[in-house]
């Protein structure tokens, strides 16, 4: 079994690397009406199938690019609360940044925090030149989000598998280097 490794930590959360114990949560998560809306079925029904989405998703982007999404913890007390993080879409030319939150945990400033920690350690840490975001034109909160985060609408897209309708949103660190301060 693969033992979880705290990545990033803000002041209320800890963002750490997904293992196959996250399987529960995960398929939870997964089959949120809001996911399922926003990002899209998985067809993830059963803790097998999470686990197996887990082993092929986070965890190899984490062992093939060094970056992933992160179950996102809260600090007080390691309640999950979603994930965010990066991965590498071979539909776009960089990393694209994305993040969901369980309902609970919305309207109280965790997923900028967390999403504002990610954008900080691509920027610093791992010197990533450009980050991307993608989102759905519907997904308000989600663009509110981007444009607080700094990314800037580039394109509007149509990205496989799917083919469904994608804002895609950009941000350039090359001269950029320090415009959204850590929560």
Request: hydrophobic letters at 40%.
């Amino acid at each position: 079994m693969t033992e979880s490794i705290t990545v990033i930590e803000t002041p209320r959360l800890r963002l750490r690397t997904a293992t196959l114990d996250d399987a529960p949560f995960y398929l939870a998560l997964v089959n949120e009406p809001s996911w399922i809306a926003n990002i899209g079925d998985r067809n993830i029904h059963t803790v097998e199938a999470a686990r197996a989405a887990l082993e092929a998703g986070p965890m190899a982007q984490q062992r093939e690019h060094g970056y992933s999404f992160y179950i996102i913890e809260r600090r007080s007390d390691g309640a999950g609360m979603g994930m965010g993080g990066m991965i590498r879409r071979d539909s776009l030319p960089g990393p694209d940044i994305g993040y969901a939150m369980l309902p609970a945990y919305w309207g109280q400033g965790y997923a900028y925090e967390a999403a504002a920690a990610v954008v900080q350690h691509a920027q610093h840490v791992l010197r990533l030149p450009t980050l991307y975001g993608i989102t759905s034109p519907q997904n308000q909160a989600s663009i509110n989000l981007l444009n607080k985060l700094g990314l800037r609408f580039e394109r509007f897209s149509r990205l496989p598998p799917a083919g469904k309708e994608t804002n895609i949103y950009r941000k350039d660190f090359c001269c950029d280097l320090g415009s959204v301060s850590a929560p």
